[in-house]
């Protein structure tokens, strides 16, 4: 099956700082989702981004298909971006929804 | 418009127990699956359920089974439970043919402790 390799697995930032989440995928997906998971254990939906680049805000992603790799970045953190952050994908293949492959994500601490 | 709710938000039960999760899928959803995410770990697919049946299945043992009902709920029954099924457990759901690739939008989350 699909393995979703993501990195660093740890981050720890000062407020106002950048960063750059990377998630690799060991073959083709045909969605893919960033997710923030909140201390409370929540999944916050960030971006479906299975090709091309999207922003919102303080964040943008970025997913380049044909090299099976999506990168998430984050600009000007701020201590409430603190929490674990997955990158998940689902196989190619048509009828139901596709189930969503996990990344291990990526622990982002941002300190005042 | 409300979101993918989850109830109970906590449950503890003894080893052997048996334990039923419940999900309401977001409003304008039919499609709702299941996943465990066990501490530290990202979440693992175990079953979805679309048209009241099971559709896909991860790899979990027949003691995880599930139901979805006419109004697209659905619930998560754990048989025989073992310390080892201590998890968040997530319910998340989706639209077929959303014309975006059937996004999966997440609940909660219940904590199951197996004592």
């Known amino acids: 099956g699909i393995q979703v390799e993501q990195s660093p697995p740890d981050l720890i930032l000062q407020e106002g700082a950048n960063s750059t989440l990377r998630c690799n995928f060991s073959?083709?997906?045909?969605?893919l989702q960033w997710f923030h998971q909140n201390p409370w254990g929540q999944l916050i939906n960030l971006f479906y981004?299975?090709?091309g680049t999207k922003q919102n805000g303080r964040l943008s992603a970025t997913t380049v298909a044909t090299e099976r790799y999506s990168l998430l970045y984050i600009s000007s953190s701020q201590t409430t971006d603190s929490g674990v952050y997955f990158c998940?994908?689902?196989?190619?293949?048509?009828?139901?929804?596709?189930?969503?492959?996990f990344g291990t994500g990526t622990l982002l601490a941002v300190q005042p | 418009d409300a979101g993918v709710t989850q109830s109970p938000t906590h449950l503890i039960k003894t080893r052997g127990q048996q334990v039923t999760l419940r999900c309401s899928p977001k409003s304008g959803h039919d499609t709702v699956s299941w996943y465990q995410q066990a501490l530290g770990q990202g979440p693992q697919f175990i079953f979805q359920y679309y048209e009241e049946e099971e559709r896909q299945r991860g790899n979990f043992p027949d003691r995880f089974s599930g139901h979805q009902f006419p109004n697209y709920s659905s619930e998560l029954n754990v048989n025989a439970l073992l310390l080892g099924d201590s998890a968040l457990y997530l319910c998340?759901?989706?639209?077929?043919?959303?014309?975006?690739?059937?996004?999966?939008?997440f609940g909660a989350g219940t904590r199951l402790s197996v004592l």
């Open positions: 998340a759901s989706s639209l077929i043919g959303d014309g975006q690739g059937n996004i999966q939008y």
């Open positions: 073959d083709s997906v045909n969605n």
């Open positions: 998940a994908g689902g196989g190619l293949g048509g009828g139901a929804t596709n189930k969503l492959i």
């Open positions: 981004i299975p090709s």
